[in-house]
Every structure is written in C-alpha cells, then in structure tokens.
C-alpha cells in the first residue's frame, strides 16, 4: 500500500477547527475540505463533504461527480437548518489508481507535486486568480491583496453558488510525492519554504509534521490540513569518476588492481633501457 500522512490541527487563532478530510488507501482516495470562513458551520459543510465524496467515489462515480453530490448535500443541510447558515466548504481530493492519478478541486485548497522541486498542480478558485489571468494585477499583488481569501467557487452557500470542479489528471513515478493542502499551510509558508520542509524529511509522517510545526510557528492563523502521499524522494548514489587507473576498495584501501601512473611508467622502460646499455658495451669493449 502507498505510504501517507495526515493531519489537521485548529490552528493558533481560531476557536474551532472547520477542516476535514478522509483517507481511505484502500480505495486510493484522499480528500480535504476547508470549511469556508466567516460562515457558520463550515465544519458542518467540510465533514459533508469529505463524506459523500468517499460514499459516491465507492458508489463508482468519477471525483467531479461526487464533488457535485457533495454541493447538493451541503444545500440540502442549509434548506434543513431553515436557512439559518449559508455553510460551505473547499475541497481537493486525489484518486490513486496505480500509478496514474486524477485531482479534482473547488475553492483555493490545493494539490502540488514534490518531486525534488515543488510544482502546485491546482488553480485557485478565487477572484484575486481571475484578476490575475485577466492582468489587472501582477503576481507580486497576489499575496497582499485584500481579495486573496474571496472565493469563486465553493461548495455550499447558496444554489447560485458556482461549484463546478475542476480536474487534472496525471502520472505518479517513483518517488514522487502530492501534497494536498487548505490555505492555512500556503497562507503561512511559501512555495519556497514548504519546499525546504519537504526535502528536509524522509518520509510522509515526518514531512506532514514538519510543515504543520512550520505553520504554527509562522503564525498559525488558520485551521489547516495537510497530506502527504506517496514515498520519500529515492536518490541513487551516483558513482564519481576517478583519476586514471587508480582504483580504490569500498574501505578506501588501495586495490591490487591499483596501478600508480608513475610506477606504471617505470615499468615499461627498463627494459628498452637495458638493450640500449648491453649494444653500448659490445661496441666499445
């Protein structure tokens, strides 16, 4: 079975924790939601989430269908509440079938593939994003901007929510890893600095609580989850050239094979050297 890791923590600033997610290996399924904030029961509507995308997954439909359950489910539970909440939630969720893998998403949790470099596979769902392909800002606005955190796609809220997932598919090699994420890992640490933690670690249990130490030492100021799948980064040994002839034992020993350049020279001229004195002697004796 695949190696991974989980976990979700409150965080430092907020009074509950409106993350979930799912793992479920043997079904090659991972899932994590963000509960939106600001609204209430955003744990309410993420645990919806995770849950009916595992029950239609298994059920056989595709992720993007599931994801579309989900939203109906959550509208469902507002409708029950008499309207009381406006929930809703983010998602990423990731399907393992041997080695090829589909990502599907809604809101700004997102995917990135580790393999030695750090590449985020997901597009947010945000409107500071639609600013940005739009070029009304520049990448650098990004991070400040006072929109960053407006979603244009969640699941939940209202029937006029836009919650259509998008997918991506692909194809895990060996020791490549996908992270998967709510923003409350990517609002505290850059690509950069998750990157660091992720080289720094050798497996998913370690790399998962690194980055979650890493956040809460940054700030903590959201809930976050995070996952880790797949093995660590497999680095071969490569071998260096070495100098001419010399060939050295694996305890750094000289081999018997070992020829030093000069000594090697030395043999091979003593004997024209020999010839040349006996012909000097018969001349002149």
């Avoid at 991972?30 to 919806?48: F, L, Q, T, Y």
């Avoid at 850059?190 to 249990?205: H, V």
């Amino acid at each position: 079975m695949i190696p991974y890791a989980a976990k979700t923590h409150q965080g430092l600033k907020r009074g509950k924790n409106e993350d979930n997610f799912a793992v479920e290996p043997t079904m090659g399924l991972w899932v994590v939601a963000d509960g939106v904030g600001g609204h209430s029961n955003g744990e309410v509507a993420s645990k919806i989430a995770c849950e009916v995308i595992v029950d239609q997954v298994s059920a056989g439909l595709t992720l993007s269908d599931s994801i579309a359950h989900a939203h109906k489910e959550v509208l469902a539970e507002i409708r029950a509440r008499n309207a009381e909440s406006n929930m809703g939630t983010t998602v990423v969720a990731l399907q393992l079938n041997e080695s090829r893998y589909e990502i599907a998403w809604v809101g700004d949790s997102r995917a990135y593939l580790f393999d030695g470099k750090l590449t985020q596979l997901t597009k947010d769902h945000s409107a500071v994003n639609e600013l940005l392909d739009r070029g009304v800002i520049t990448p650098d606005k990004v991070a400040g901007h006072p929109q960053r955190h407006a979603l244009s796609r969640s699941l939940g809220v209202s029937d006029l929510n836009q919650s259509q997932a998008s997918t991506l598919t692909g194809t895990l090699a060996e020791g490549q890893q996908l992270l998967l994420c709510t923003d409350g890992l990517t609002d505290e640490l850059s690509d950069s600095m998750i990157l660091r933690e992720l080289q720094s670690n050798q497996n998913p249990e370690k790399q998962v609580q690194s980055l979650l130490d890493s956040a809460l030492a940054q700030g903590g100021s959201d809930n976050l989850t995070i996952v880790v799948v797949g093995g660590p980064l497999y680095k071969p040994a490569v071998a260096k050239p070495g100098a001419d002839l010399e060939v050295t034992q694996d305890l750094g020993e000289p081999s018997s094979l070992a020829v030093p350049r000069k000594a090697g020279y030395l043999r091979y001229i003593w004997l024209p050297l020999l010839v040349v004195a006996l012909i000097a002697v018969t001349i002149w004796g």
